[in-house]
């Protein structure tokens, strides 16, 4: 009630406060930009490190990375050295046994995973590069060489893609960095369509209007103004891109036409359990391998996922 | 308003601009079929009509932002479809910026203010050391009214108000001597709208601009336009002083629109008389001798040569109506 | 419509040939002599060359692709370097037994993700949401060849309920039942990611369109949440659905390589790695326009499925 | 695999009282009228002049007979006809009396005179040629010579006899072997009119539809399954299983569907193989029979004689190889180390000629006496597909590297792998060689031949060969094919790996089936029955 | 006039769970609505007009939205406590809503005729053919042209006025006790917004149903409104007749709204500013939340929340100002020339300046 604000120091109270003294109050309304100003990334990493499965996933990704960087030293054993007995079951430091020419599975599923991560992050940085490049000269130019590379684009996606693959490796020999640029190679058109689409539309956006209207050069709008903007969808599209590479990487050595056989590959590894008595009577032969790369490929796809929601959540607000 | 127009120097001529959209095509767009105008030097042009009447396309087709279908644009003279070197690109964008409706949509996200107002420094070379750059851009956020502490910041963390106001500062940052502001206001709140107006004829007088201010909101288009451009179905149907237009709407088009417009004022909406535009009532069956004629000095309307009596006439009458009441 | 269907075969005219000329050269770069491989070390110089020129292979590449070319727009695909059966029945014959598995799968995926999707995203934040996207991304995220030989492990070795591979027993009547028995596990294996990918992507979509203003639109009239679903729901969401439908589908002929090699599923994927190995140029020619030209009909199907759900598009 | 004993159910009474029981037999279950073979390979040809893979050559024995069965190693059967002479170089060929192809023709004189001038033309895509090459009128390669309109040495006396001249007098067995055994007899009236360059894609040489073999072809759905029925006409008498699927699957379905009771038998011998380290799930099996022999087919680690001119170096690599671990441990001993070119099934196998031992030390020795660079990496090429020969290429690149090599291993599929082989394109890799039981190997180790893809290119071999070849007794052969085991050993043009056994597999319940020479077990399939269950 | 209210609006206080934090978006807003009438509600961006309307029909997302305090009654219950299945029942049949956007509140791939009959089916007991009269009377009414093809017709054949038309055709098709329009015609063109304006008062006096009309556009209001309520940062800041509203405002946000608006008959050289900007409700500030870009603020209105005053039995304000001990403040120019025109053009004295006074609203 009104008289309950009494009237002792109403003079104190109701005095009319000047624009200089309303300053020394607190400005709600500024409040949200006076303290210190979040950059982008910032914004979306905060949002994905509230995300809990996608900050373990990273967690899991990173450890992985670490494996792969720390391969050698990690191993118990030499990736490639007949130590142990032949196709022993886990005994002495041969923690997940051995193969079939006594080779201990833990120190090759260690390399294996450098094996993943190069093929994975590889693959990922060649398809975007060829991808991303495409996709904004394609959405941005328009007219003839937007049919042109789009024309392509429809080319390569019709191919039958493990057959190409599939062929390509028995054609250039399956080195791992083979497979790491066939699978690059012929990754790019989705992601060449998905830049392309957003290019055609932020190349409607008035920001990019405005640069041209600014003066900038066309290559300028291009990677300044626009690229900035895909980033996101890229980084999405590349984390998933990474899991899948790993997958058809270990379906290609499943096959046999994976990275060549005396590296270690979880795939090449799996692919002994083609054998009915090793899927039958030696499980520790397959069942990490399918483990590792069930958990690698769970665990990017889960970061791809937060990260997707960091950011779509951003857009929105 | 703006001092009387001392000695009338055209800065922006457009004639019989034509602008097709995919032209020959079954989704073709005659999104602008005839306009005519000029903006003077030092003034305010205020360009107002219902949407899709293709105002917005006329200020992009001002400054470049695509080729167009016909006609011709002259800016300080010039024709601006000749302008094709870098070189000359860049001094005429240099000399023309442009204010966007949709102030988040024109900031690009991703930068931060600084190199948003920065990067049209460096593009026009007007500050090449990175940290007279930033004192720089300091300044001009200053005159836009903004703390500096925003120069790290992006464009999401800002009121729409405040993010007009960057888009302002970074037209300013080259110093341009003429400006289109596209519904600059509109998608503002009415309480930040007064204060982005109030900045924009503030650095208008500072700077000596001139304005291409492109509006739905009539009101809002009379307060700060000198003189004022009708649109419709992509012509321009009248142009006039800002005051004589209000005073005495010629064009049946502008009556209606000026008659549609709500006023905060209970008493007055109460009484208000609504008038309809009926385009059937302008069907020429032939458009050679319709054109924009002036009907009294610098009072211009579209219509045809036999009606241009009838609209001095209506025009000496409402504006004794108008004195009346005054 | 049909104006625009035929203009889409016509503008795929060049993407088909780019294919044709891309797949020719890939298939002639890889090394190793057709030849080679189908006569006993023991030929002689002039027999291989007879068996060169019976495949045509002693002309130079331009030639062998130009004939190829003028006999494939007849439909003559050509005979099989490895069998000498004319290429078409061949596919033709492997085709089945694909479209059988993934036609399958496909449908088993959709109808089971379908309300799955729906589910979820109606439920979105629930611990009903959380399990089955979880499910979804382990169903993304599993090898199929892991999970093939998981199930073989343990459903066809240890408890001898469904048979290891093969499509049907032979010389069985009531071979329908024989084939679905064979069908289960490569199903199973196929629709988890299937039924993952569209799990998540129908929940997506459907929380995309719950957003919409449409269905506050519906909310506000009254409507009861079963019609707002069935109405309003459902029919809008079909529309990005579609999308992943005509991605799927070119997958009916060649999505299931590694399954099909893992249960010795007797169909396209199979006839590819054979045809690989053995280099026959022939059908792996004809698999590659096959596919190509499965992918192109999926396209116009997605695009004319489009006008059809959704009145905005029209194509003239 | 299925039924139980000890409660006999009133069904299985029923069955066992008598045939007459049901009017729809119980197909699945105790089947005796279709017998199921499993393959692991699939069958490339049913054209009785070309038949490149083992699988085609098998599966084409089930409808055409040859002139002569070869049960066992080394004994011979009268077939579709008998073979007689007395000199060795004039060889009579009488077709059995009774013998009518499947569309009531006789087979006559004129279809084997037809089969061997198809053979010998030279328009003509053949993988037999060798096998007629001992003909007059043929070159060395078994194509006919120039001028020639038909072979000079042949002559059809009668409907059903002929006679045929060979250039110089052949053992009987040998002409027996190659042109009595693999050459299939067919058809002249099918295939006469037939332009030569169409043959062998015509319908009668992809879809045959007329026979003289037990069976007949119906169906063959590519990569899956061959369909045979039963020849009712067969001059050997009917056969008493109606119905045969011949059904190609991998190794692993193959053991599972013999646990599965659903398989009866397979192939062996590189039709049927079942992985060597996954047989013994087999042998657990009750009701299913496993026998192991030993196999023509051997394992070598090819050289590049071009680049390796030394023998003592390459011995040196035989000598690193630990080829008894490989044996026992990937083959879990179900093979034999070659001591030479030729296993134990080969007759002229010199058993007294031992391998040459595992020992790094002498072999590093032998590399350093010879002035060996050790640094230069050695390419070792490893072919994909062979499980085992994999393993051992793993196994190998380290024993190399033991010794001090460099190695560097790289996997090829193998036609990329054949194809840089014949360009030798590599330093030393991984290689099998298909024999027979004749023990002739021109074609892999003569100077220039085909197979040769190692460069070797020795005097003293081809004149082994060439002596191998001519000599027609058993006896004087086998002296000069022991001369050239020896000399290979010393030699080491290739290192001899190992020879891997082959599994015979079959039911229980199917009598008859493979034999100890699988190659010849099809001669009495008219006569295999399979038990009720 | 007997006057009945349809509904109340008490103490409601709502909440969004977000990414960022708890948004305090409604915080505690109380009106009343009254048989027959206009209440208009004004306000800039986010000041919760929507938010505190949708809550009525209970349309906020469920998924995040807390409704932490008050009640919505309407004839008699308070509809917050309602089963989900009974404000089925009330929702489109009972109240009704407008929404600002009209080419994205249509269902695109449903005809119109059919969407508009949709709650006819709904709720009132009849055939699909009678809802369909029902339809074709209905878009005849709002001025759709030949109904019978319209029916058939998709909504993206429709312009964006047709289409707000088609959504008052579906408002309106159980002739509700309360229509609720979130900003109809903002998106509109001003010739298009006229006629719709018109159309709703046309409507409303046949029907004699109340409408909340919510909007930014103090013309809109002007030509709408019976009653006006001012909202500013969650809450109601000043609830009156619209003339009291317009010509004799207390709260200094009001008059900082008249000030800003340049006029078509007023000459100014410059437009009076409500500097800064609106206060972020995550963190509502303590006191009055407009107190930081008021320049009638007083120190109490930076740590108290101001009460609410009464003006009159219609006109209440939240402000300090009107509080006894406030002094004496002369609003903004603009502000004082409303009052006098008002005064002069009616020659009455609208009414002094208030006594003070706490009775909450109306
Ligand atoms: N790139 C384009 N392609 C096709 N049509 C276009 C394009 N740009 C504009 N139009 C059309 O041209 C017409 C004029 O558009 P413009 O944006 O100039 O109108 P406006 O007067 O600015 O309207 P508003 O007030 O809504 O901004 C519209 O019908 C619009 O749909
Ligand atoms: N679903 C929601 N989740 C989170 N915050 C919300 C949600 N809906 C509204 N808000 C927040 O609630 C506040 C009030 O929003 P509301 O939509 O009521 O504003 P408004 O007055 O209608 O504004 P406008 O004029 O822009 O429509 C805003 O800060 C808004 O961001
Ligand atoms: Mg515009
Ligand atoms: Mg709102």
Redesign the pocket.
């Known amino acids: 009630m009104a008289q309950n604000v009494g009237n002792k120091n109403a003079e104190a109270l109701f005095h009319l406060v000047d624009a200089r003294e309303r300053l020394t109050y607190p400005d709600n309304a500024a409040e949200g930009i006076t303290d210190e100003g979040d950059s982008y990334v910032k914004t979306i990493a905060k949002r994905f490190f509230k995300n809990k499965v996608a900050v373990v996933s990273l967690g899991v990704f990173i450890l992985l990375l670490l494996i792969a960087v720390f391969a050698t030293q990690l191993s118990p054993h030499p990736r490639d050295a007949i130590t142990g007995q032949f196709q022993a079951a886990p005994y002495d430091n041969f923690y997940l046994g051995t193969d079939d020419i006594g080779r201990d599975v833990l120190s090759r599923l260690i390399h294996g995973t450098q094996v993943s991560m190069i093929v994975g992050l590889g693959s990922v940085a060649i398809y975007v590069v060829i991808g991303t490049t495409l996709g904004l000269v394609s959405g941005y130019f328009g007219g003839v060489v937007d049919s042109f590379i789009m024309r392509v684009t429809e080319a390569v996606m019709s191919f039958p893609f493990f057959m190409v693959i599939l062929t390509l490796v028995s054609l250039l020999g399956s080195g791992i960095w083979v497979v790491t640029a066939v699978l690059g190679v012929l990754s790019w058109p989705a992601l060449a369509r998905l830049v392309r689409g957003q290019v055609l539309t932020l190349k409607e956006q008035d920001f990019v209007h405005a640069a041209v209207a600014t003066g900038y050069s066309t290559p300028g709008i291009l990677f300044k103004h626009i690229l900035p903007n895909v980033i996101s969808p890229i980084l999405v599209n590349a984390t998933f891109g990474i899991a899948t590479a790993i997958l058809t990487e270990a379906s290609l050595s499943f096959l046999g036409v994976g990275v060549q056989k005396p590296r270690p590959s979880w795939g090449n590894i799996l692919s002994e359990a083609q054998s009915l008595r090793v899927l039958t009577a030696q499980p520790w032969r397959w069942v990490p391998a399918g483990i590792l790369i069930f958990i690698a490929v769970l665990s990017i796809n889960f970061i791809g996922e937060g990260l997707r929601e960091a950011i779509e959540g951003e857009t929105k607000n | 308003m703006a001092a009387e127009p001392k000695e009338k120097k055209p800065i922006v001529e457009i004639r019989s601009y034509k602008q097709y959209f995919n032209e020959g095509k079954k989704s073709e767009v005659r999104a602008v079929k005839d306009v005519s105008f000029s903006i003077y030097e030092g003034e305010t042009f205020g360009l107002v009509g219902e949407s899709g009447s293709g105002k917005s396309t006329t200020g992009r087709a001002l400054i470049k932002l695509g080729d167009i279908t016909g006609g011709q644009i002259f800016y300080k003279g010039e024709d601006i479809s000749q302008i094709k070197r870098r070189k000359d690109l860049l001094k005429f964008r240099k000399s023309m910026q442009m204010i966007f409706q949709d102030p988040y949509a024109s900031l690009n996200p991703r930068l931060t203010v600084k190199e948003i107002i920065g990067g049209a420094l460096k593009v026009h070379g007007l500050e090449t050391d990175s940290n007279k750059r930033t004192e720089k851009v300091y300044e001009l956020l200053e005159s836009v009214g903004l703390n500096k502490q925003f120069a790290n910041r992006y464009p999401r963390e800002f009121s729409g108000g405040q993010c007009q106001r960057v888009g302002i500062a970074r037209a300013l940052a080259v110093q341009p001597d003429f400006i289109i502001a596209d519904e600059a206001i509109s998608a503002l709140d009415v309480s930040i709208q007064a204060q982005v107006v109030n900045l924009l004829k503030e650095l208008k007088e500072q700077n000596n601009l001139t304005y291409l201010f492109i509006a739905h909101d009539l009101s809002m288009v009379k307060y700060i336009s000198d003189r004022i451009g009708v649109m419709n179905n992509g012509r321009v149907l009248e142009v006039s002083n800002a005051g004589e237009l209000y005073e005495a709407p010629l064009h049946p088009y502008t009556e209606s629109l000026l008659s549609a417009i709500p006023t905060p004022d209970p008493e007055s909406e109460r009484h208000r008389v609504r008038t309809e535009y009926d385009p059937a009532y302008h069907h020429y069956d032939n458009l050679d001798r319709v054109a924009l004629h002036e009907i009294a000095p610098e009072h211009f309307i579209y219509c045809h040569e036999d009606e241009i009596p009838l609209y001095r006439k209506k025009r000496e009458k409402l504006l004794k109506k108008a004195r009346q009441y005054a | 419509m049909k104006k625009y269907v035929g203009k889409r075969f016509l503008t795929a005219v060049p993407v088909l040939l780019m294919i044709t000329i891309g797949a020719f050269i890939m298939i002639n770069l890889a090394p190793g002599e057709p030849t080679d491989l189908y006569i006993t070390p023991d030929a002689t110089v002039q027999q291989v060359e007879a068996t060169r020129r019976a495949l045509g292979l002693d002309q130079p590449y331009p030639v062998q692709y130009i004939r190829w070319l003028g006999r494939a727009v007849t439909g003559d695909l050509g005979i099989s370097f490895s069998t000498r059966y004319p290429v078409l029945p061949i596919i033709i014959s492997r085709l089945g037994p694909t479209i059988v598995l993934m036609g399958t799968t496909l449908l088993f995926s959709y109808i089971v993700a379908i309300p799955l999707g729906i589910i979820s995203a109606r439920k979105q934040g629930t611990w009903v949401d959380t399990f089955l996207t979880g499910s979804a991304f382990v169903g993304v995220s599993i090898p199929n060849f892991f999970l093939g030989l998981g199930l073989i492990y343990i459903f066809a070795v240890q408890l001898n309920w469904f048979p290891t591979g093969g499509m049907q027993e032979l010389g069985v009547d009531g071979s329908i039942f024989s084939v679905l028995r064979h069908l289960v596990l490569p199903v199973i294996v196929l629709s988890a990611f299937y039924i993952a990918n569209m799990t998540r992507y129908m929940r997506a979509t459907m929380i995309q369109v719950y957003g919409e203003n449409y269905i506050r639109t519906a909310t506000a009239k009254g409507l009861a949440q079963k019609v707002i679903l069935t109405k309003h729901g459902i029919r809008n969401a079909l529309i990005p659905v579609i999308t992943i439908v005509g991605t799927d589908l070119p997958r009916l002929v060649g999505g299931a390589i590694v399954t099909e090699q893992i249960f010795q599923w007797p169909g396209l994927g199979r006839l590819t790695i054979t045809a690989i190995q053995q280099r026959d140029l022939p059908i792996l020619m004809a698999i590659t326009i096959l596919s190509a030209f499965v992918v192109l009909l999926a396209n116009i199907f997605v695009d004319v499925m489009y006008a059809v759900v959704d009145p905005r598009i029209k194509y003239d | 695999a299925c039924g139980s004993d000890d409660v006999p159910d009133m069904e299985q009474g029923a069955q066992a009282d008598g045939e007459e029981t049901g009017t729809t037999p119980d197909v699945s279950e105790g089947d005796t009228s279709t017998l199921m073979v499993g393959l692991t390979n699939a069958p490339d040809s049913f054209n009785p002049f070309y038949r490149p893979g083992v699988a085609a050559t098998w599966v084409q024995r089930f409808f055409y007979d040859s002139l002569l069965f070869m049960p066992t190693a080394d004994s011979f059967e009268p077939g579709l006809a008998e073979m007689t002479t007395e000199d060795n170089q004039v060889f009579t060929v009488t077709v059995n009396a009774d013998a009518n192809w499947s569309d009531g023709t006789p087979v006559t004189a004129e279809d084997v005179a037809f089969t061997l001038n198809t053979i010998a033309d030279p328009a003509v895509e053949t993988t037999l040629g060798t096998s007629v090459a001992m003909i007059e009128g043929t070159d060395a390669s078994g194509v006919r010579e120039e001028g020639l309109e038909e072979l000079s040495g042949l002559e059809v006396v009668d409907e059903k006899t002929l006679t045929i001249t060979t250039k110089d007098p052949v053992d009987l067995n040998y002409i027996s072997e190659f042109l009595g055994l693999n050459v299939l007899v067919a058809p002249k009236h099918v295939f006469e009119d037939i332009e030569l360059s169409e043959l062998p894609n015509s319908e009668a040489a992809t879809m045959p539809s007329v026979f003289s073999g037990a069976y007949q072809f119906v169906e063959y759905d590519n990569n899956n399954y061959v369909h045979l029925e039963s020849n009712p006409d067969y001059y050997r008498g009917e056969p008493e299983i109606k119905t045969i699927y011949a059904q190609i699957m991998n190794g692993t379905s193959l053991i599972t569907e013999f646990q599965a009771g659903n398989l009866h038998m397979t192939a062996g011998g590189g039709i049927g193989m079942i992985p060597v380290q996954d047989i013994g799930m087999l042998e657990e099996l009750e009701d299913v029979v496993v026998e192991e022999h030993p196999s023509f087919n051997s394992q070598y680690m090819i050289i590049n004689n071009e680049k390796y001119t030394d023998p003592q170096v390459r011995r040196a690599f035989a000598h690193a190889i630990d080829r008894e671990t490989i044996v026992e441990n990937l083959l879990g001993g179900h093979g034999e180390v070659l001591s030479s070119t030729y296993s134990s099934a080969s007759p002229y196998k010199d058993t007294d000629l031992e391998p040459l031992e595992y020992d790094p030390e002498l072999a590093k020795e032998l590399l350093e006496d010879a002035g060996f660079d050790f640094d230069t990496p050695i390419e070792l090429v490893v072919p994909t597909g062979n499980a085992v020969r994999e393993q051992s290429g793993n196994l190998i690149e380290q024993w190399l590297e033991e010794i001090g090599l460099t190695v560097n291993q790289s996997n090829y599929d193998f036609p990329t792998w054949l194809s840089m082989a014949q360009d030798l394109d590599y330093d030393i890799g991984l290689m099998g060689w298909g024999h027979t039981a004749d023990p002739n190997i021109a074609s892999y180790l003569q100077t220039g031949a085909a197979s040769n893809n190692m460069a070797v290119s020795d005097p003293t071999m081809d004149e082994l060969i060439e002596q191998g070849m001519t000599e027609t007794e058993f006896d004087a052969r086998y002296d000069v094919y022991s001369d050239l085991q020896k000399y290979m050993q010393e030699q080491m043009f290739v290192v001899p790996l190992y020879s891997d056994s082959q599994f015979s597999v079959q039911s229980t319940s199917l009598n008859g089936g493979i034999n100890e020479y699988w190659a010849g077990s099809l001669y009495d399939v008219n006569e295999w029955t399979i038990d009720p269950e | 006039m007997e006057e009945t209210t349809v509904l109340e609006v008490k103490d409601l206080a709502i909440s969004?769970q977000?990414f960022e934090g708890v948004?305090k978006?409604v915080r505690g807003v109380e009106f009343m609505l009254k048989k027959g009438e206009t209440l208009a509600i004004v306000?800039?961006?986010?000041?919760?007009?929507?938010?505190?309307t949708k809550a009525i029909n209970r349309l906020?997302?469920e998924k995040?939205?807390l409704i932490e305090r008050g009640e919505v009654l309407f004839e008699g219950q308070d509809l917050l406590k309602l089963s989900e299945k009974d404000m089925q029942g009330i929702r489109g049949n009972d109240i009704a809503m407008i929404f600002q956007d009209p080419m994205t509140s249509l269902n695109p791939t449903m005809t119109v005729g059919k969407q508009i009959a949709e709650p006819i089916i709904a709720h009132k007991n009849v055939s699909k053919e009678e809802a369909k009269e029902k339809a074709l009377e209905l878009m005849d009414l709002v001025g759709i042209h030949h109904p019978k093809k319209s029916y058939k017709n998709y909504p993206h054949q429709f312009s964006g006025g047709m289409r707000q038309r088609v959504m008052i055709a579906i408002a309106l098709a159980c002739e509700p006790k309360i229509l609720i329009a979130d900003?109809p015609t903002t998106a509109l063109d001003v010739t298009i917004q006229a006629q719709i304006l018109d159309l709703m008062n046309k409507l409303k006096d046949e029907l004699d149903t109340s409408i909340i009309f919510?909007t930014?556009d103090l013309g809109v209001v002007a030509q709408m409104a019976d009653r006006v309520a001012v909202?500013y940062a969650g809450q109601i800041v000043e609830i009156g007749t619209a003339d009291e509203i317009f010509y004799n405002p207390m709260h200094p946000y009001t008059w900082g709204l008249l000030a800003s608006m340049p006029t078509l008959d007023v000459d100014q050289k410059n437009l009076y500013t409500i500097p800064g900007s609106p206060p972020n409700?995550l963190h509502p500030p303590v006191g009055d939340a407009f107190a930081a870009r008021n320049d009638y603020a007083l120190a109490i209105d930076f740590q108290q929340e101001p009460e609410v005053f009464k003006v009159t039995d219609t006109h209440y304000a939240k402000t300090w100002l009107l509080h006894p001990d406030a002094p004496d403040v002369t609003p903004p120019l603009k502000v004082v020339r409303r009052k006098e025109k008002y005064e002069a053009l009616f020659s009455v004295k609208m009414y002094a300046n208030s006594t003070g006074g706490g009775i909450n609203g109306g």
């Open positions: 969004f977000t948004v978006a306000g800039e961006s986010g000041s919760g007009k929507s938010v505190s906020l997302p995040n939205t900003e919510i930014h909202m409700l």
